[in-house]
């Protein structure tokens, strides 16, 4: 017999989850009048017997089926169950419009609700996997979706070529926005473009003749300087082999552009054909980087499980994966590296071809970028290393297959320097020819930094609220834990992957803190190491401790990845390209998740060229100390044929965080003087860039984006009035308070509307009313091209004048 209060609380959940979907019907259909939502009421009844006999007839098999699975008391599992389904209860929450109402948080209540559920259900059915283990079966369709299934000749093909599809449809744009055109991407390709054209490297015609617009819009500043030659003979600072790499891509696309252009007339098609083309081979290389990986973690652990974790994490996180498409020479760089350190330190033979190959890799590594100079001779001194340390025949001989090719690179890099600039200066790339300049002078192109820029650029790499990995991607905090387990099998093999990451991470610091780029750029060369050290965590033992940090930093992992796939411009930031301290706000993240009462901008660290945040800096750094000393920890896992259904802790903690998340959403307003304007009895204060500002006693909103505003009033007012004003036909849908309501602009009509919301339901605060008020505009305009006598190219959706009526005169 089930217990009473397991009773009472599916009575709950099921009344909850009725009335929700009551509700939401009666809303749909009745536009949330009150006088017709009122008989409808005669509706919840039958929704809360169909779903009580639905939710009873599915727990109930469930609940049987395990019972008999396991031996364990149906009275058991089924309270379990029952408790699994309680997030449910934040339904209720639904009606909280109806005392009080500042945001919408209904949009948030289903989706927590099934996560919340999810998760429980989840921890409930792996306690009983894990003590029934041959009673408790997973289901055939997921053990077919299982990679370490395949064999272990296969699992390789499957990891490169899932990596491939999912970064080929990123590029192409097809589920998520890709990265945007920018930053070094077209001046990259304007050196292809000018080979292909003119046969050199010389952009000065290409510049002047703006070569660039066939596949980047508006003005390109130039990233190019004067060579020996005079004005007239410019040469990027970006080196050419890249350019190469993509140059036959680039080639098919143009074709591939000039097919397009005949079957489609869309603007802007050929460039976008053309741009996807040139980042096809990004995409290759970033799959074959994630290959690299996940060998060289199979071949230091010997399991699959971590080698698959390890690459899916660096593969489909920051900053690996916005990166996977652009046209920048990092993803280049960790493959040589990558391919180099397993040929070299992972392989018991070092075969003559491995050699040459991996000399051949050295030797290609500055040719994508002065910068990589330092890490081309690191990587010399571990061959060096791995070479004499190894027990072969003929050393020298084979030292010499090594060294032939970096020996040549360096003759012909010397003399690309001295015919282009008249100078075996490396910072000439940089600045071009100078008169008089001594060639030491380069160092100081390089080491510019001074020691508190230095070390806020370093620690930046990581915790910086902007570029910091750990803030995009805090699963490598766990990096930490895994080089004390790797240093601990492997001392030698460890302290040399540390060294290399270490070196190049404080060359780059002194030398370079990022571009108009996402983030972690400097490091993606080296990150590899770091997700090596990061799968290492994965391999000891996963206590129930250890489980729930690791899940809980790819949790948060993937949901900043997810922001970031859905919003790509909060991964760039202005200052790093002016190299000056101009985009102080912090990360566009935090400044899009901050409102009034909570500025998350304080909360995480802010470091660069003026770091700023320093006891923000040393509580995450304290934090992430105490994460990694915590997961180091040895702890003890429950004994065996022990069983616990218990889950009152996740219970709570799935509640809280609910809490906390429908708490945020619905204080998530801004009023910022900045953005606000006086009317008549109120001020409004724009919640979002979707508008032109104030003018002419209203606004216009942006084109067909929904724009956002807070309305404040000293005293509740008795009636909103909202005059909507368009050149086209369209549908305006407004919604105040909890109320919405859709107007319409037909030729006939005309092209102004008015809509009235009476008594409105605001929120007080402070001895103020506060009013959400949402425009959604169906059509948008250019008033230039409906009247070629206008000068206004703004994208315009409706023009919206408010008028605030109160019942008594103040």
Known sequence: MISSRSVLLFSLEVTAIAAYVWHQIAVLFMNGEKFRIFPSILLLPVFI????????????????????????????????????????????????????????????????SLLGSGYLLF???SRLKRAYPDAVAVPHFLRALNPNRLPSKRLPLFVFFLALTVYVIYAAGLLFPPQPFTGDEPHYLLITQSILKD??????????EKDYLEYYPGDLRSHAFRGKKGDRYQYSKHLPALSLLVLPAYCCGKTAARLGKSLTDKPGAERRIIVFFARLPLCILTAMAGLMLFLIVRDLTQREDAALSGWFLFSFTAPVLFYSHLVYPEIPAALITMFLIRCLLLRKGLKASCLFLSGLGIALLPW???????????????????????????????????AAPPILSAILYMYFLWSLYGSFSPSSVYKGVIPDASTPAWLNHFFKSGSIEFFSRLLGYFGDQRFGVFFYAPVYVLGLAGLFFFWKRRKKMASGLLFIFAAFAAFSAYYYWGGYCPPARPLIPVMWIWALFTAFSFTVF?????????????????????????????????????????????????VDSSNS??????????????????????????????????????????????????????????????????????????????????GQGYELYF???????????????????????????????????????????????????????????????????????????????????????????????????????????RSLGVFVRITVQFRNPP
């Open 49 to 112: 017997l169909l779903g009580a006999a639905f939710l009873k007839k599915t727990a109930g098999w469930s609940a049987g089926k395990l019972a008999r699975m396991t031996g364990l008391p149906y009275i058991r599992i089924s309270h379990c169950l029952v408790l699994a389904l309680s997030p449910f209860l934040i339904l209720y929450l639904d009606f909280l419009q109806y005392i009080v109402f500042l945001k919408d948080i209904r949009g948030y209540l289903l989706p927590l």
């Open 123 to 125: 921890v409930s059915l």
């Open 199 to 208: 046969g050199d490297i010389n952009l000065f015609n290409n510049y002047e």
């Open 368 to 402: 994508f970028g002065i910068k990589y100079v330092a890490l081309s001779a690191l990587l010399s001194l571990v061959s060096v290393f791995a070479l004499f340390i190894s027990k072969m025949e003929k050393k020298w001989g084979r030292l010499l297959c090594w």
């Open 542 to 590: 996963q206590s129930p401790s250890r489980l729930a940090i690791k899940r809980s930093v790819i949790a948060v992992s993937v949901v900043a990845t997810w922001a970031a796939l859905n919003n790509p411009w909060i991964l760039y930031h202005e200052n790093t390209s002016s190299g000056l301290f101009e985009d102080a706000a912090g990360s566009r993240l935090l």
């Open 597 to 678: 009462f909570v500025d998350l901008v304080k909360i995480f660290p802010l470091l660069g060229r003026e770091a700023r945040g320093w006891i923000p800096l040393l509580f995450w750094t304290a934090a992430v100390i105490g994460v990694s000393i915590f997961f180091i920890k040895k702890a003890g896992g429950r004994k065996h044929g022990s069983l616990s259904l218990n889950i009152t802790v996740h219970l709570i903690s799935v509640f809280s965080l609910s809490l906390i998340v429908l708490a945020y959403a619905f204080f998530d307003i801004r009023l910022n003087r900045k953005d606000a304007f006086q």
């Open 687 to 793: 919640q979002d860039a979707n508008h032109y500002g104030h003018e002419l006693g209203g606004f216009w909103t942006r084109g067909k984006r929904e724009t956002a505003a807070v309305l404040k009033t000293s005293r509740p007012p008795s009636r909103i009035d909202l005059s909507l004003t368009g050149r086209v036909e369209g549908i305006t849908e407004v919604q105040v308070g909890r109320v919405s309501k859709t107007a319409e602009r037909t030729g006939e009509a005309g092209m102004q509307t008015e809509i009235s919301f009476p008594s409105p339901t605001g929120f007080p605060l402070r001895g103020s009313r506060l009013y959400c008020i949402s425009i959604q505009e169906s059509s948008a305009f250019i008033p230039f091209r409906l009247d070629k006598k206008e000068r206004d190219n």
